[in-house]
């Protein structure tokens, strides 16, 4: 161990002098690295947030003079993952010289359209607004961080004073400011009413360090931030216990998933009041030191103080008022008694948001909660989409973070109320917000499709991953799934996708599954019934196990599967998707085929049943019809395809084009075509539909429904 990595304890040394050395000369490649090591350290900087810049002389390719330029984290991106297009790159002298038209604080969002016309490098990022800072700042390399440590002192009551006698004034202080214009001058000021410094505080938000070197800047912040952290460190549990100390004690992991698996698809529905929401869950060890202590009624409602945290968790969270153990059986009386609470913290919103509004403000949105908090239980984040809940959830962990800092040192202090609202319905922002994708059709919606580590419903699984939906890929064969999960998280990223093992004929199994999915993503929006086997046999031939096993697998399973996924919609309580992948062979069947083709018969009368009796749930149930379907198909494993070539009296070889040449259409099958069918049932234009049959064949013309 190197002794520079022996001198941290709350932060991470990764710089790798071998590596940085290939980098010398080039100043910028420098600056990546070293914002790739500090955001790769949570500790240091939140996904998403804090910025890099580095200053360099460059040929100004209008005069081919020296000129200085600023590189600077663009509008968006990861500090972990940046690379050279993240980077927006300006004339430092422009910028600065945009002082001349600044027409004051009240005006300084129009100053953001004038950084376009500062850009050096007319391939690189949009300037964020967080470009000021970094300009008026004379250093060449600065890093603008939101590590917990620091914001805990930035939020703290005495925060200035913390600020001055830990570092003995070598850090300076700016009182809280909105990111902009104006912020950046007051670093400037900062910076020539206080010569030598290393480095400021920004009150309420984050740290400002800086170097000659790329080196320099990230071992001033490292040495800045451990030094804050140690300080609070020093301090946890001095004046008093941690939060107040211990109110209740958590419930045991097991049963913290259970309750958390049973309630999640509650939350879900009355989140998803507005638009469909995904959950996240987490019992993190410091949510539930929060969440279980007497503080915690204190607390939540203050919200939280770095901007950051707060655009991505909202106002404050909901605490919920049940019982760690709280019988959730009974999902009505459940649902009563959230009911208030629900209603509750969106008129709060709305009064907040009629409260601080300006007269061009934007409309209101969604006045659910993001975070919400079950004392001894864990915390529970609903957003778009899980990346987006996932990551509230982290940043909700670092405000915890910020307020135990500063509770130990000091006392914690929030937003206020109008300038949290400046944030959250900056015109700025919501230019950003405008700016954004139009959500995909499945955005929003989980899908769990059985069977699907390979074939047919696999590819249903990729569709529904195309379009936006988190996808289960559930299935009995373990390693086939695997090699289909690793295959969607490279493709997808890993919040689109979970698998969980699945025996549809077990309903410890299904139970099983379904928890592990509801933790993952919330809850169920549409279950594929997909999983399946086939067995071509004269009746002669046909044993009674073969029977069985067909009409357990394929009737008993979709039964069993849909039963348990109901139960779950009904608590979430806004509707879904039940599509059952049935048969050709339900209509018309060919010889040898008596167990299977009577098995997809009782699939198909089943789901008419289902759809008449869910109709008042609003879950649609609609069965696709497939035939033929041999490539990347696992029905065709297991004697089937030498059982149908047999009583054609072909061969297996055969068996494509004896099939294809059956069709009206003349063509082969494929799996995609089977996940397009799907696809259109969910996809939002057959929302009123329901009890349909689709066949996806080339043209049977003996299996057409009369």
């Known amino acids: 161990m190197g002794t520079e990595t022996k001198k941290f304890k709350h932060v991470?040394?990764?710089?790798?002098?071998?590596?940085?050395?290939?980098?010398?000369?080039?100043?910028?490649?420098?600056?990546?690295?070293?914002?790739?090591?500090?955001?790769?350290?949570?500790?240091?900087?939140?996904?998403?947030?804090?910025?890099?810049?580095?200053k360099v002389t460059a040929k100004d390719p209008l005069t081919g003079e020296d000129t200085e330029v600023m590189w600077v984290k663009g509008s968006g991106g990861d500090l972990g993952t940046?690379?050279?297009?993240?980077?927006?790159?300006?004339?430092?002298?422009k910028l600065r010289s945009l002082t001349k038209v600044y027409r004051g604080v009240e005006y300084e969002d129009e100053m953001v359209e004038l950084f376009n016309h500062c850009i050096y490098d007319l391939k690189s990022k949009a300037p964020s607004i967080d470009t000021p800072l970094h300009a008026?700042?004379?250093?060449?390399?600065?890093?603008?961080?939101?590590?917990?440590?620091?914001?805990?002192?930035?939020?703290?009551k005495d925060g200035e004073a913390i600020t001055k006698e830990l570092f003995g004034g070598t850090i300076g202080w700016v009182p809280w400011q909105r990111p902009g214009f104006e912020l950046g001058l007051m670093l400037k000021r900062c910076v020539e009413e206080n010569p030598g410094i290393r480095g400021i505080m920004l009150g309420s938000h984050g740290l400002f360090t800086w170097g000659d070197t790329a080196y320099e800047s990230y071992m001033n912040t490292l040495e800045v931030i451990e030094k804050c952290a140690a300080y609070i460190e020093q301090n946890i549990g001095k004046?008093?216990?941690?939060?107040?100390g211990v109110k209740m004690e958590p419930l045991s992991k097991e049963k913290r998933l259970k309750q958390a698996a049973a309630l999640a698809p509650v939350l879900r529905g009355f989140c998803s009041s507005h638009v469909k929401m995904i959950g996240h869950f987490t019992d993190d060890e410091r949510v539930l030191e929060y969440i279980n202590s007497n503080d915690l009624e204190r607390l939540a409602p203050l919200g939280t103080s770095c901007p950051d945290h707060f655009l991505r968790t909202k106002i404050s969270p909901l605490v919920l008022n049940l019982a760690p153990d709280e019988n959730l059986d009974d999902v009505a009386v459940v649902k009563e008694k959230l009911q208030p609470l629900f209603e509750d913290y969106r008129q709060m919103y709305k009064e907040y948001y009629e409260t601080c509004k300006h007269p061009d403000s934007p409309a209101m949105r969604d006045p659910n909660p993001v975070i919400i908090l079950y004392p001894g239980v864990g915390m529970f984040a609903f957003a778009k989409d899980k990346q987006t809940a996932r990551v509230a959830a982290e940043f909700y962990i670092n405000a915890i973070n910020v307020m135990r800092g500063a509770e130990a040192i000091s006392e914690y202090t929030s937003l206020p109320r109008q300038e949290a609202f400046n944030i959250e319905y900056w015109l700025l922002e919501e230019a950003k917000l405008q700016r954004m994708p139009k959500p995909k059709p499945l955005s929003g919606r989980v899908a769990l499709i059985t069977g699907s580590g390979g074939g047919i419903g696999k590819s249903i699984a990729k569709k529904f991953a195309q379009e936006g939906a988190c996808v289960i890929i559930s299935d009995i064969h373990q390693e086939r799934m695997k090699v289909t999960v690793e295959e969607f998280t490279k493709q997808f990223g890993k919040d689109a996708v979970t698998s969980v093992t699945l025996n549809v004929t077990d309903a410890t199994s299904i139970d099983a599954a379904l928890e592990d999915a509801i933790l993952a993503f919330g809850g169920v929006d549409i279950v594929v019934n997909n999983a399946g086997i086939s067995i071509s046999k004269s009746i002669a031939e046909h044993s009674i196990e073969e029977w069985?096993?067909?009409y357990d697998i394929l009737v008993k399973g979709q039964?069993?599967?849909s039963k348990a996924t109901v139960?779950?919609?009904?608590?979430?309580?806004?509707?879904?998707?039940?599509?059952?992948?049935?048969?050709?062979?339900?209509?018309?069947?060919?010889?040898?085929n008596a167990g299977y083709g009577s098995a997809k018969a009782a699939q198909a009368h089943l789901s008419r049943l289902l759809a008449a009796e869910l109709g008042d749930d609003k879950i649609r149930v609609n069965s696709v019809n497939p035939d033929a379907v041999i490539v990347d198909s696992n029905i065709w494993a297991g004697g089937w395809a030498e059982g149908r070539a047999k009583a054609y009296g072909i061969t297996v070889e055969?068996?494509?084009?004896?099939?294809?040449?059956r069709t009206l259409m003349k063509e082969v099958i494929l799996p995609e075509d089977i996940a397009n069918a799907c696809f259109v049932f969910v996809s939002g234009l057959l929302n009123k539909s329901t009890g349909n049959v689709l066949n996806v064949d080339g043209g049977v013309a003996q299996a057409f429904l009369r």
């Open 239 to 244: 004046k008093r216990p941690v939060f107040g």
């Open 136 to 156: 008026f700042l004379p250093f060449k390399h600065i890093d603008h961080l939101h590590p917990d440590a620091a914001i805990a002192i930035a939020a703290a």
């Open 82 to 93: 940046l690379k050279k297009s993240g980077l927006a790159a300006l004339y430092v002298d």
């Open 559 to 561: 039964f069993m599967v």
């Open 654 to 661: 055969e068996l494509p084009a004896f099939y294809a040449k």
């Open 12 to 54: 991470s040394y990764l710089w790798d002098e071998a590596k940085a050395a290939e980098l010398a000369g080039d100043e910028v490649a420098l600056l990546i690295y070293r914002s790739n090591l500090l955001g790769a350290d949570l500790r240091l900087t939140n996904y998403g947030g804090g910025n890099t810049s580095c």
């Open 548 to 550: 069985d096993r067909l």
């Open 567 to 592: 139960a779950v919609m009904r608590k979430q309580n806004i509707g879904g998707d039940i599509i059952n992948i049935v048969s050709k062979n339900s209509v018309v069947a060919g010889p040898n």
